[in-house]
């Protein structure tokens, strides 16, 4: 079997600012907080998610880092509508205040610093934020705004929650270039993830099918900011439902760990996940294989000429929720994302009220030469 390498599309335009319309009808709560960003020449979108010290702007890091160098943007603008047109028609200077763009660990995301008027309507920012919500599931409404295709005029498109995989959202809501950062809201308007990418396939005849169309999941977005701070994320995010998100220490929805294939070759029984990208990870033994997997089923074969087409980036961790330790540590951690993100289980009392009085039972010994492959996060509370 030949597999052609996965190419993940980003979807940031060339393009430029846009003059101002006259007023007309308002704009709705979700519309008014939806962000035009152009960063030097690249084009995406955004959401207004804190009022705080000006006003944040939440996007994809591919907007304001240029993706093949990740050199930052000199200078970046967000514009917003004020009326039913849909048109943006006030623009703000904006700074980059954190920004992520990591193929290795499926990372695409910034925060943008609101600054002062630019150009277009005398109108202030929106009353409201847009608020996360942290609790969406699969099957679940959404839509997508944004500017794509190098528009002018914020558009929408509509879909479900397929599934997680490696910190994204797979949906069948086509996004296309340009949307790039525009939220991904709920059926009630509440911020479920950002519009990323669009991966593809190479088939035998050299025509490129579209694999998935994929968002960034909100949970790792949080987790990213939290990781430059004790609640760093309280900062940049306003909540929907702040005491539920509180009470639960997430693990990050990751039913999947993200491969286009996982293959191995006729030589060796090592698997490998195959990734957008295009990389591999390898899977470092069957505990972690089968913490994702219940059996080999899906498992391809690949040749041995072929793996050279993804190049080795790093070993699989085992599966988020995972309770995992090490022998030469009595700690237990708790596995909370794709990246193996470890979270201290403080106490046998957390314990049993997180997973049940038999957790003794779901704990897997990791093996110090693999324990590398995770980083710390905080501890539960």
Not at 82 to 90: I, M, T
Not at 154 to 160: A, E, L, T
Not at 204 to 230: H, K
């Amino acid at each position: 079997m030949r597999l052609r390498p996965l190419l993940p599309a980003v979807l940031a335009f060339v393009a430029v600012a846009c003059a101002p319309f006259a007023l007309a009808a308002d704009p709705t709560p979700v519309e008014s907080t939806v962000a035009y960003v152009l960063c030097d020449s690249r084009q995406g979108s955004g959401a207004l998610t804190s009022l705080a010290d000006g006003g944040y702007v939440l996007t994809v890091g591919h907007v304001p880092l240029d993706p093949q160098t990740g050199v930052p943007a000199e200078q970046c603008h967000v514009g917003f509508v004020s009326d039913g047109r849909l048109v943006p028609d006030a623009f703000y200077e904006a700074t980059i205040v954190r920004a992520v763009f990591d193929l290795k660990t499926d990372r695409d995301i910034a925060v943008l610093k609101i600054g002062k008027k630019a150009t277009g309507q005398p109108s202030p920012l929106p009353a409201e934020p847009l608020k996360t919500h942290e609790f969406a599931a699969i099957g679940d409404a959404l839509t997508i705004r944004g500017y794509p295709g190098g528009m002018q005029t914020m558009r929408s498109v509509s879909g479900m929650v397929l599934e997680y995989k490696r910190g994204s959202i797979v949906t069948d809501a086509q996004i296309s270039q340009g949307y790039s950062g525009g939220p991904a809201t709920d059926s009630f308007g509440r911020l479920i993830g950002l519009a990323e990418r669009v991966s593809f396939e190479t088939d035998e005849n050299g025509n490129q099918v579209i694999i998935s169309y994929e968002l960034t999941d909100i949970l790792p977005i949080i987790a990213w900011m939290d990781s430059f701070g004790f609640r760093e994320h309280d900062k940049y995010l306003t909540h929907w439902d702040a005491v539920r998100f509180d009470g639960a220490p997430f693990v990050i929805r990751d039913e999947k760990p993200g491969c286009g294939h996982v293959v191995r070759t006729i030589e060796s029984p090592t698997l490998y996940c195959l990734l957008a990208g295009p990389a591999r990870l390898v899977f470092p033994n069957e505990k972690t294989f089968f913490s994702w997997f219940p059996d080999y089923a899906g498992v391809e074969f690949i040749h041995k000429d072929n793996l050279p087409d993804y190049p080795l980036i790093g070993n699989i961790t085992m599966k988020a929720g995972s309770l995992v330790k090490i022998v030469t540590d009595p700690k237990v951690y708790m596995v909370s994302d794709s990246i193996g993100t470890l979270r201290w289980v403080p106490s046998e009392q957390r314990a049993v009220e997180l997973f049940g009085v038999d957790w003794p039972t779901k704990v897997r010994d990791v093996p110090d030469v693999f324990f590398i492959d995770y980083r710390m996060g905080s501890p539960i509370e």
